[in-house]
């Protein structure tokens, strides 16, 4: 097999395995959505359908990137990912891990706060506020502008930083779940947790339906950090109020329909 055969292969495994991840996910807890919550995606099917579609085409976009860098990976030994566990010290697996939730949280808080400004926002992020309110299926609907912003990051800090490969996959398995239940309108986490000192630090889905929320604040994707240091960080959402508010403005929405077809 000549190489751009082999690379474009790579690719459209990597295309394959991030959607069938995103559908399986996604799927999942909008399953437990149902379950759990019945009636709350109710009358959004159609959103739906749309956060599916950019999903899917995002996935393209996070394929491409992944699967040559994969194919240089395992031909020319490119990157800094590594199989023996103890090439590095024990410590360093969960340091890594860290590292690359901090500094994927830093280029997507910058980046994001710089697709709020009104021109990239109307090219590119008004897509993903398109959701209102979002569901778990709107973890990567995307426009692909952006979906190219988040498209890079692992593949290029790959290169910069060392991981076990089994650590860069729970980094993948974080950002996935994230994505997810960040968007998929309730609170996964136990009050404690989202309320308490980790609460302070770190981002679930009561932090992030503040931004769908009210747009200026918010940032981050896993981190408050940034947020507070920037003065950005606006506190949790409330899904209780958020709900009954979504559902008085159905209720008014139905009342002047009714009018409209009295009048
Ligand atoms: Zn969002
Ligand atoms: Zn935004």
Same mark, same amino acid.
């Given at each position: 097999?000549?190489a751009?055969a082999a690379?474009?292969?790579?690719?459209?495994?990597?295309?394959?395995i991030?959607?069938?991840?995103?559908?399986?996910?996604?799927?999942? =807890?909008?399953?437990?959505?149902?379950?759990?919550r019945?009636g709350?995606?109710?009358?959004?099917?159609?959103q739906?359908?749309r $956060?599916?579609?950019?999903?899917l085409?995002?996935?393209?976009?996070?394929?491409?990137?992944? +699967?040559i860098?994969?194919?240089?990976?395992?031909?020319h030994?490119w990157?800094?990912?590594? $199989?023996d566990?103890?090439?590095?010290?024990?410590?360093?697996? !969960?340091?890594?891990?860290?590292?690359?939730?901090?500094?994927?949280?830093?280029?997507?808080?910058w980046?994001?706060?710089w697709? &709020?400004?009104p021109? !990239?926002f109307k090219?590119? &992020?008004?897509?993903?506020?398109?959701?209102?309110?979002?569901?778990?299926?709107?973890?990567?609907?995307?426009h !692909?502008i $952006?979906?190219?912003?988040?498209?890079?990051?692992? !593949?290029?800090?790959? =290169?910069?930083i060392?991981? &076990?490969?089994?650590?860069l996959?729970?980094?993948?398995?974080?950002?996935?779940?994230?994505?997810?239940t960040?968007?998929?309108?309730?609170?996964? =986490?136990?009050? =404690?947790?989202?309320?308490?000192?980790?609460?302070r630090?770190?981002?679930?889905?009561?932090h &992030?339906?503040?931004?769908h $929320?009210?747009?200026?604040c918010?940032? +981050?994707?896993?981190?408050?950090?940034?947020d507070?240091?920037?003065g950005?960080d606006?506190?949790l959402?409330?899904?209780?109020?958020?709900a #009954?508010?979504?559902?008085?403005?159905?209720?008014?929405? #139905?009342?002047?329909?009714?009018?409209?077809?009295?009048?």
């Amino acid at each position: 097999m000549t190489a751009l055969a082999a690379i474009l292969l790579s690719a459209a495994a990597m295309t394959a395995i991030v959607g069938v991840r995103y559908l399986l996910t996604s799927g999942a =807890f909008a399953l437990a959505t149902r379950a759990t919550r019945p009636g709350l995606y109710v009358g959004l099917d159609k959103q739906i359908a749309r $956060e599916i579609r950019w999903s899917l085409a995002s996935a393209a976009i996070y394929g491409v990137p992944a +699967g040559i860098v994969a194919w240089g990976w395992r031909q020319h030994g490119w990157t800094q990912i590594y $199989e023996d566990v103890g090439a590095y010290p024990l410590w360093y697996l !969960p340091v890594s891990v860290f590292l690359y939730l901090f500094a994927h949280d830093t280029w997507f808080y910058w980046t994001h706060r710089w697709m &709020h400004r009104p021109k !990239p926002f109307k090219a590119a &992020h008004a897509v993903h506020h398109a959701s209102r309110p979002p569901t778990a299926w709107a973890a990567m609907a995307f426009h !692909p502008i $952006e979906a190219l912003t988040g498209a890079v990051v692992i !593949p290029l800090l790959v =290169f910069a930083i060392p991981i &076990h490969v089994a650590a860069l996959g729970l980094v993948l398995a974080i950002m996935t779940l994230m994505g997810v239940t960040n968007h998929m309108g309730w609170e996964v =986490f136990p009050k =404690f947790m989202v309320e308490g000192p980790l609460g302070r630090w770190l981002i679930t889905a009561s932090h &992030h339906q503040r931004h769908h $929320e009210r747009y200026g604040c918010n940032y +981050g994707l896993y981190f408050r950090f940034w947020d507070r240091v920037c003065g950005t960080d606006d506190g949790l959402g409330n899904f209780d109020a958020a709900a #009954r508010r979504a559902r008085a403005a159905g209720a008014a929405g #139905r009342r002047l329909a009714g009018r409209d077809a009295q009048g």
